[in-house]
């Protein structure tokens, strides 16, 4: 979009989604919202991690089935998943060392 197709509430949007990386960047999460994907590619995800259906299934706590269904098109992830599997794709690490404490 150019900027000549914009109209001020889209500006309006664009200045407060600045504010909030700002203030997220001092430490202010007040007001911060997450973005939740609306699809994710969980069959590129694994791959990426290089484990086999049961594996990724294992390691992140999925139900096998899920995961199959998930990449096979049958059933599309429900949100918490979908924020998960977000998560793995960016901070794989993160999330084994956080669900190993559990």
Known sequence: MTAEGMDSEDFEGMIAGLRDVANWKKGKRDGFVAH???TVDVRAIR???NQTQEGFARTYGFSIA????WEQGR???ERAARILLAMIAKEPQTVKRVMEGL
Do not use: F, L
Request: proline share 15%.
């Open 36 to 38: 939740v994907p609306s």
């Open 47 to 49: 791959a990426a991690h």
């Open 66 to 69: 899920s995961v199959r269904d």
């Open 75 to 77: 059933r599309q992830p």
